[in-house]
């Protein structure tokens, strides 16, 4: 176990911390979560502070504890710069369940978060399940004025919806939320969310719920609206082969504050996890495996700390995903090369933003 200033290395396996939320069900037990009997829980909160390491290097810390240890060690100067000097796991990695609707919300961005001391939320959902029909709510419409969202939002009784753009959820694909973007997950979807490691969200509109006493929840209408950028619309990302010399490995999702790849494995193939000066995290969606001697099944996840390489050992065959706070500028030639394809292939794994365009320009 590590003690203040000795530091953590090697592999940890974490327990998440789950969440009851009024929009959420059941179908995390599909992970091997084991769930509070007779609760609805929407988020598996995999990396939060208070998630424990169960086994592996710091077992019986909370991942808050580990990081505490010697930050600078856990986080490497990459992961540090993008949590601004915070002794914060960088990666906020959550399995989340939408029985029903979430609230319509929007997050702020870094500099917008800063009055509050807290980091600002950009996050991606790549979808594992989907109920026929189910859709996602990401960005407004065509030809809606912030007027007409907010006189709908004031309602708090679902109306805004009608006026953001309703996209079919599709499972396996992945979409990027920038700050500042409005949205909300449909009923029926479930996903894997990397964001910012921040608490920090406003909602616009929660579809008129009310608790057992008939209180609806909080809103916090004046400040979505001081964050929300309207021009925001995001879509489906185009993942990008990257090779492997076993199973498929994809790059779904990369910018300043994260990326992920998809790894798909067959029973007893390997991937040596690339070398990272700051924190990984393997998540286990199907099959067996270990993580540098560590075993996983599905629904768990490792802590792949900084400095020497580690292998993913599939006892069965698996599909994981794993994500890290990239080195932009740093990484992006060498991938280009590696994965054979053109920038302007690569600048799409960001959405709307511009991190990996701007990236390029500067090693050119």
């Known amino acids: 176990m590590a003690t203040s200033g000795q530091g953590i290395a090697g592999v940890s396996v974490v327990r998440p911390r789950l969440d009851e939320k009024p929009w959420g069900g059941r179908r995390l037990e599909r992970y091997g979560l084991e769930l509070p009997a007779g609760v609805p829980i929407g988020e598996a909160l995999v990396t939060a502070g208070e998630a424990e390491i169960v086994a592996g290097a710091g077992a019986g810390m909370t991942l808050a504890a580990a990081i505490t240890a010697n930050p600078s060690q856990a986080l490497g100067e990459v992961a540090a710069r993008v949590v601004g000097g915070r002794s914060l796991f960088p990666l906020l990695v959550k399995l989340i369940d939408a029985k029903e609707n979430l609230s319509i ?91 910012q490691p921040s608490d920090v969200t406003y909602r616009m509109d929660d579809w008129g719920r009310v608790d057992a006493q008939g209180n609806a929840r909080e809103m916090h209408l004046e400040d979505g609206f001081a964050v929300m950028r309207p021009e925001v619309r995001p879509d489906w990302i185009e993942p990008i082969d990257l090779g492997a010399v076993e199973g498929r490995r994809h790059l779904i ?23 990272q000066r700051g924190p990984q995290v393997v998540t286990l969606l199907q099959g067996v495996a270990s993580v540098g001697g560590e075993e996983i099944s599905a629904g768990t996840s490792a802590v792949v700390w900084p400095g020497g390489e580690t292998t993913l050992l599939a006892s069965k065959p698996v599909v994981a995903l794993r994500g890290w706070v990239p080195d932009l500028a740093a990484d992006l030639p060498a991938l280009t090369r590696r994965a054979e394809t053109y920038p302007y292939a690569l600048e799409r794994l960001d959405g709307p933003l511009s991190d990996i365009r701007d990236a390029l320009a500067s090693v050119r």
């Open 253 to 275: 999702t990369a910018c300043r504050y994260f990326a992920v790849e998809r790894v798909a494995l067959p029973g007893g193939g390997r991937y040596n996890l690339p070398s």
């Open 105 to 195: 919300q929007v997050h702020p961005n870094d500099a917008q978060a800063a009055s509050r001391d807290r980091l600002g939320k950009t996050e991606a959902w790549h979808v594992l399940a989907a109920e026929p029909g189910a859709s996602i709510y990401a960005g407004l419409r065509d030809g809606v004025s912030m007027d007409e969202f907010r006189e709908a939002a004031a309602r708090m009784d679902g109306t805004s919806a009608t006026l953001l753009r309703r996209v079919p959820a599709r499972v396996n694909s992945t979409i990027l939320i920038p700050a500042g973007t409005v949205h909300a997950l449909g009923a029926g979807v479930m996903v894997y969310e990397i964001q």
